[in-house]
């Protein structure tokens, strides 16, 4: 069974910065693509971020493109998300989730298996 774990969410002024983790209990974590996503009040869930198996490889919505950064650890079979420069539209509901594929996917159906969420919370 799957599990996935968001922490470090919290509420931080615009401008501020937060860093999101991902705990993951899959086997074999380090075969699968790892993803962030968030979902806003009355929205859509959206892709924020994707990494490939190895780390080589990260794909970003162009709204978070030069603000966030996502890496991931496979010997902790952890996935992090840095955000930096806040905005009060970035305020949602963060998942992380593990792709059905090694790629960094870009669209919600590539993945099969999603942690609880963390909310982030930007004040202006």
């Known amino acids: 069974q799957v599990q996935l774990v968001e922490s470090g969410g919290g509420l931080v002024p615009a401008g501020g910065s937060l860093r999101l983790a991902c705990a993951a209990s899959r086997r074999a974590f380090s075969s699968y693509g790892m993803g962030w996503f968030r979902q806003a009040p009355g929205k859509e869930r959206e892709f924020v971020a994707a990494?490939?198996?190895?780390?080589?490889?990260?794909n970003y919505a162009d709204s978070v493109k030069g603000r966030f950064t996502i890496s991931r650890d496979n010997p902790k079979n952890m996935v992090y998300l840095q955000m930096n420069s806040l905005k009060p539209e970035d305020t949602a509901v963060y998942y992380c989730?593990?792709?059905?594929?090694?790629?960094?996917?870009?669209?919600?159906?590539?993945?099969?298996?999603w942690g609880q969420g963390t909310q982030v919370t930007v004040s202006s």
């Open positions: 989730a593990t792709s059905t594929t090694q790629r960094a996917v870009t669209f919600r159906r590539g993945y099969e298996y």
């Open positions: 990494i490939n198996w190895s780390g080589s490889s990260t």
